[in-house]
């Protein structure tokens, strides 16, 4: 497995941990590994929460080739929820809080469907 790939088992558990937590937002994001790259925050070198692993991976793709010397990671991470959505900054955050709105929605409606336990 190439270095600058997440451990697709690990990651799938830890994901699955993550979407039936409603206090949790959890992002991918990817990182310019250089010296001189510019500074980053929680969200990468280029300020983009990814929901999916797989569209980080296609950013990656897309960044490699315009930076095509620069070593790219990915990483992984949560934000407790009162922090996530206001994270608004950018397209990338806005697709990102969009999806998480929707897991949120999702979530709530199966705990309304359960019955109530006596």
Request: positive net charge.
């Amino acid at each position: 497995m190439p270095r600058n790939s997440l451990p697709k088992a690990q990651t799938q558990a830890w994901l699955l941990e993550m979407l039936n937590d409603p206090e949790q937002c959890h992002y991918f994001a990817v990182v310019m590994v250089e010296d001189d790259a510019p500074e980053r925050g929680n969200f990468g070198t280029w300020d983009a929460p990814f929901y999916h692993l797989d569209e980080a991976e296609k950013f990656r793709d897309m960044m490699k080739i315009r930076f095509s010397n620069a070593r790219m990671v990915i990483n992984k991470g949560t934000l407790p929820l009162s922090d996530a959505l206001t994270q608004g900054r950018n397209r990338f955050c806005n697709t990102w809080i969009k999806s998480h709105k929707k897991r949120l929605q999702q979530l709530s409606a199966k705990k309304g469907a359960q019955p109530c336990k006596a």
